[in-house]
């Protein structure tokens, strides 16, 4: 399965400056980054289960914030962490 994963990682800290480093290699041990926090990765379901625990247990859910973007067959979202997305459908109100 083709996927897109981008996160932001809250560096205000060392501890967050290493929860990014981490983010990024395990990112890049299943994928190609395409971008700064954008990595493109083309995994089986196996190695997909894999690499989501290990994001997951890296990634602080009250600061930071981990967006996948499946890209196969049907386009589908996942979110985890700070920043939610908003339905790009609703009206806009300024």
């Known amino acids: 399965m083709l996927i897109l ?3 932001d990682v809250a560096t205000t800290d060392k ?3 290493r929860r990014l480093r981490r983010v990024a290699r395990a990112c ?4 190609q980054r395409v971008q700064n926090s954008v990595f ?7 190695r997909w289960i894999v690499l989501k625990e ?3 247990q890296e990634i ?5 914030s981990l967006r996948i973007y499946f890209l196969d067959k049907d386009v589908k979202i996942e979110h985890y962490g700070v920043k939610k997305h908003f339905d790009l459908d609703d009206p806009l109100i300024f």
Not at 60 to 64: A, G, L, P, Q
């Open 54 to 56: 290990r994001l997951l």
């Open 5 to 7: 994963i981008c996160y």
């Open 40 to 46: 493109e990765c083309n995994v089986d379901k196996t």
């Open 15 to 17: 501890e967050g400056q």
């Open 28 to 31: 890049q041990d299943y994928g």
């Open 60 to 64: 602080r859910k009250s600061e930071d």
